[in-house]
T-cell receptor, first 114, second 114 residues
Framework: ETGVTQSPTHLIKTRGQQVTLRCSSQ?????VSWYQQALGQGPQFIFQ???????GRGNFPPRFSGLQFPNYSSELNVNALELDDSALYLC?????????????FGPGTRLLVL | AQKVTQAQTEISVVEKEDVTLDCVYE???????LFWYKQPPSGELVFLIR??????QNEISGRYSWNFQKSTSSFNFTITASQVVDSAVYFC???????????FGEGTQLTVNP
């Protein structure tokens, strides 16, 4: 196990609702990245947080937002849920220093939007 | 733009066979990092290996080996004497030096039959 935890494990929402997903990073890591993985596809980068600020964003609309807290844990918020938001949401933590470091993933949150 | 292609969508082998998973990448960066992750049915992405673009040495770890060829932009993964527990989806991924955003391929579903 990586030490990266995510909650909840599963979630069912209806279209138009809002959802918050949570991630606790591995001890010693200061960077959190979020990915969306639709069924049968590879993960797609949503955004990354470093030192409590967004540090890179993929091709996702503004209704996808996030936070990073002083203890390096993070939240992903999605407003106005759409059916296509149904996916596995993966959080990854890493240490950003002088070099690029490996990202270690949590177990994911499976979101179903009805 | 970065791109990772895993042309093999599904591979099925019998236990003890050797199997190679192909990965071809595109990037304009001269320095980059390549990764392989394993995703069992539980959903968590498990890190397997990371290679730097300036280190083309092949690597062997137990039954796993990786062949990195910069000339053909390929980073192939071979499992020797496959086992049923190797059954999973395997993802190849690429990151650039300016951040650790990962670009994933679409994955290869490997099924090892007893």
């Amino acid at each position: 196990e990586t030490g990266v935890t995510q909650s909840p494990t599963h979630l069912i929402k209806t279209r138009g609702q809002q959802v918050t997903l949570r991630c606790s990073s591995q001890s010693g890591h200061n960077t959190v990245s979020w990915y969306q993985q639709a069924l049968g596809q590879g993960p797609q980068f949503i955004f990354q947080y470093y030192r409590e600020e967004e540090n890179g964003r993929g091709n996702f609309p503004p209704r996808f937002s996030g936070l990073q807290f002083p203890n390096y844990s993070s939240e992903l918020n999605v407003n106005a849920l759409e059916l296509d938001d149904s996916a596995l949401y993966l959080c990854a933590s890493s240490y950003s220093g002088s070099t690029v470091e490996t990202q270690y993933f949590g177990p994911g949150t499976r979101l179903l939007v009805l | 733009a970065q791109k990772v292609t895993q042309a093999q969508t599904e591979i099925s082998v019998v236990e003890k066979e050797d199997v190679t998973l192909d990965c071809v990448y595109e990037t304009r960066d001269t320095t980059y990092y390549l990764f392989w992750y394993k995703q069992p049915p539980s959903g968590e992405l498990v890190f397997l290996i990371r290679r730097n673009s300036f280190d083309e040495q092949n690597e062997i770890s137990g039954r796993y080996s990786w062949n990195f060829q910069k000339s053909t932009s390929s980073f192939n993964f071979t499992i020797t004497a496959s086992q049923v527990v190797d059954s999973a989806v395997y993802f190849c991924a690429l990151s650039e030096t300016s951040g650790s955003r990962l670009t994933f391929g679409e994955g290869t579903q490997l099924t090892v039959n007893p």
